[in-house]
Nanobody, 123 residues
Framework: QVQLVESGGGLVQAGGSVRLSCAASGGTFSTYAMGWFRQAPGKEREFVAA????????NYADSVKGRFTISRDNAKNTAYLQMNSLKPEETAVYYC????????????????WGQGTLVTVSL
């Protein structure tokens, strides 16, 4: 089973950009669809973005469309989430997820979770 490690979180000002990375090991990365979820303080975990095994399909939460971009590099066993025009309410722990479905868009689709990386968006 693949293991996932996120990186790239930190403190960013509102309107700024951050790129998160999700490094996979211990499995065949290209056989997994990948997704990003986030959980803000006091809120439930929510879907952010998803990408299919070969990157041909993508799906985004309405709240991030046009600002966030999910991508993957199967040669590097890594998935990415580029986040632009960040808002303070998007402060959250961001989780990388992998699953066998065509797209990972719900928690039920997830087979493996990363440990999460905190993104704090300040005013």
């Amino acid at each position: 089973q693949v293991q996932l490690v996120e990186s790239g979180g930190g403190l960013v000002q509102a309107g700024g950009s951050v790129r998160l990375s999700c490094a996979a090991s211990g499995g065949t990365f290209s056989t997994y669809a990948m997704g990003w979820f986030r959980q803000a303080p006091g809120k439930e975990r929510e879907f952010v973005a998803a990408i299919s095994r070969l990157g041909s399909r993508r799906n985004y939460a309405d709240s991030v469309k046009g600002r966030f971009t999910i991508s993957r590099d199967n040669a590097k066993n890594t998935a990415y989430l580029q986040m632009n025009s960040l808002k303070p309410e998007e402060t959250a722990v961001y989780y990388c997820a992998a699953g066998p479905a065509t797209l990972v868009v719900t928690s039920q689709d997830v087979e493996v979770w990363g440990q999460g990386t905190l993104v704090t968006v300040s005013l």
